[in-house]
């Protein structure tokens, strides 16, 4: 049994018994972990408020080193997540970045890029600012460090270029953009306006900052949403919770 610090951000926390909770952090260092804090729930506890629901803190675990649960020993809140005003639209996104890092990760499987992107995105998320294109930014990073990101400009089944005009066959099944001739009897493929494909392109860029220049429609927000929708309750075999309040970010 190790003692280990790590930068987290809290994902979810759950009754243990009268004054324990469960919860599940994910960190910098170790990837997603899951961890017993005892005394979480006595008003005076260890944690004190710590272990606020999307809060960023820097905490102290001993590493189990079986299928047991790890233990907090110290935790120190940095930032709290709270969204502009009261905003739901924004608090129901960053419940969503939680959803997803939930989901899509293992334990101790770490990726500090997720873990930066996720950060960066909550910070957004407290202050409005470009909000949507923020989630969708977060949205292809984990698509992309998760290795789940499809592909936009190549055919996915047979790797030639497809040319970016009109709209564009995308299979939800082979995960990316058709030719003409891979596209006959492909079942559940969506029509996708090249500008959109671009955007998604741009958006899931490994450099640079170039993304944060683009500018979002309404109407390019709603057809991102269904394509990005789609593709999540494809790739997790069912719709995550927090879709239907999406649709309202600032664009
Ligand atoms: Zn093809």
């Known amino acids: 049994m190790s003692s280990e610090k790590a930068t987290a951000i809290v994902l979810r926390t759950i009754e243990f018994s009268e004054t324990s909770s469960v919860v599940t952090l994910f960190t910098r260092e170790f990837g997603k ?25 820097r905490i102290v675990f001993l590493r189990k080193s079986s ?15 709270r969204p502009p005003g009261g905003n739901l639209s924004n608090l129901y996104a960053a419940y969503y970045v939680a959803e997803l890092l939930n989901e ?22 407290r202050t409005c600012s470009a909000a949507a294109l923020a989630l969708l930014r977060f949205e292809l990073t984990a698509l992309r460090v998760l290795g789940h990101l499809p592909s936009f400009e190549t055919c996915v089944e047979c790797g030639t270029a497809v040319e970016a005009a009109g709209r564009v066959p995308f299979s939800q099944l082979a995960g990316g953009v058709l030719c003409k001739r891979c596209r006959a009897g492909q079942k559940q493929v969506l029509l996708v306006s090249a500008g959109v494909l671009r955007v998604l392109a741009q958006l899931a860029g490994a450099e640079g900052d170039s993304w944060r220049r683009l500018e979002l429609d309404r109407r390019t927000y709603g057809e991102l949403r269904a394509i990005m929708n ?8 069912h719709q995550p919770r927090m879709h239907r309040y999406l649709g309202t970010l600032t664009t």
Do not use: M, N
Request: negative net charge; hydrophobic residues 45%; glycine residues 6%.
């Open 33 to 57: 972990i899951r961890a017993l804090a005892k005394g979480a729930r006595r008003p005076k506890g260890p944690f004190e408020s710590a272990l606020d629901l999307l809060g960023l803190c």
């Open 67 to 81: 299928d047991t649960l790890d233990l907090l020993t110290e935790a120190k809140l940095e930032r709290r997540f």
């Open 104 to 125: 899509l990760t293992d334990d101790y499987d770490p990726h500090p890029e997720l873990f930066d992107v996720a950060d960066e995105t909550l910070a957004a998320l």
């Open 230 to 237: 789609h593709y999540w309750a494809h790739l997790l075999g």
